[in-house]
């Protein structure tokens, strides 16, 4: 989604001012289906498929998408519960891991910064849409803290660092990254946040680890990956795989308009039952991603490069699971707005 998509603006206190949000892109059928199956009534949004925890990467999906639903009531909820139970940590950011059986409920303080960010947008978007500085003002607090303590040099660009801990190795000062924090669409916004910092050398950063990536013998990245001299490398400790979180990526870069030639690797993993997970190292397909979400994402893909039509079974939201869900909404909401034509026709 390009940055002036539903009319997004910062509120007054950043000097631009609030632009309301359009008709709702999320069928209301669609936006039930979601809601009654991922998010409690208490605001928790839930991943059934991860021994039902939240985190706040659901957090964060939870608050978008209920701006695009045009939902406030649902939004307050997914807020309240976000605020008080995951904001706990006293740099202003969110612990990532709540689990329901646990005490305390809290198993990991770390933060995941894609949450982070995830969640800041989401305020951002409704401080716009619904004219509340005060949302705005919070996810101006979340920017700064991620821009000046989660971005470290690489290569002389400012990459994204997963967490505040663990993420930099003590011995080599080796960076492990994920390519698929880079949530693109938000850079521009973040960047009228806090102009301090060179946030358009974050997305040239984020196109690096891709362009990287297409040089190597899958042309993939890893879902965790490691800078090497002029290339990028599986980061150790971590499964040498392209998968649940990499398949983002595209999706990310499409939302964002950006370079549609960057999407050519990821097309090129795809078959008729959408994108597979694969070793970045031998190349062997490991199993197909092929939930309809993901399969839409593969079908986006497709028509944004060669204006093929989403297939009909694609284009309303088919809740199998939290996350294939949540990337379909924010697919549909994308070819909504920006692609009509892929969903005017099906084969």
């Not at 307050?76 to 969110?94: I, K, Q, S």
């Not at 949450?115 to 951002?124: F, K, N, Q």
């Amino acid at each position: 989604m390009n940055c002036n998509v539903l009319g997004v603006a910062l509120a007054a206190t950043l000097m631009i001012p609030p632009v309301p949000v359009s008709a709702s892109t999320i069928l209301p059928q669609e936006w039930e289906s979601y809601r009654t199956a991922y998010i409690s009534e208490t605001g928790r949004v839930v991943d059934y498929a991860n021994n039902s925890i939240s985190h706040s990467e659901g957090q964060g999906y939870g608050l978008i998408l209920s701006v695009l639903a045009d939902d406030r009531a649902t939004f307050e909820r997914v807020w309240d519960f976000t605020r008080t139970e995951l904001m706990v940590r006293h740099d202003g950011l969110a612990a990532w891991r709540w689990e329901p059986e646990a005490d305390p409920k809290i198993t990991d303080p770390n933060n995941a910064t894609d949450g982070d960010i995830l969640i800041a947008y989401g305020l951002v978007l409704a401080g716009a849409a619904w004219d509340q500085p005060a949302y705005t003002d919070i996810a101006a607090g979340m920017v700064r803290t991620i821009g000046h303590n989660l971005l470290v040099a690489v290569d002389e660009l400012p990459v994204i660092l997963p967490g505040a801990v663990g993420f930099v190795s003590p011995e080599t000062g080796a960076v492990v990254l994920n390519p698929s924090y880079w949530v693109f669409e938000t850079i521009p916004i973040f960047a009228e946040i806090d102009p301090t910092i060179n946030w358009n050398a974050v997305t040239e950063s984020g196109l690096d680890l891709l362009e990287r990536a297409a040089g190597t013998k899958t042309g993939l990245p890893a879902d965790w990956v490691v800078l090497e001299g002029d290339g990028i490398v599986p980061a150790e400790n971590f499964p040498p795989e392209f998968g649940y979180n990499g398949i983002r990526v595209p999706l990310y870069l499409m939302r964002a308009g950006l370079d549609p030639a960057y999407l050519e690797p990821f097309r090129a993993n795809a078959d008729e039952t959408g994108l597979r997970k694969v070793d970045v190292v031998t190349g062997e397909v490991l199993e197909p991603i092929s939930e309809p979400g993901y399969r839409l994402i593969q079908a986006a893909m497709e028509c944004t490069l060669s204006d093929k039509p989403i297939p009909p079974e694609l284009a309303q939201m088919q809740a199998t699971s939290y996350y294939a869900a949540t990337l379909q909404l924010l697919a549909l909401d994308h070819l909504r707005r920006n692609r009509p034509d892929c969903l005017e026709k099906g084969p």
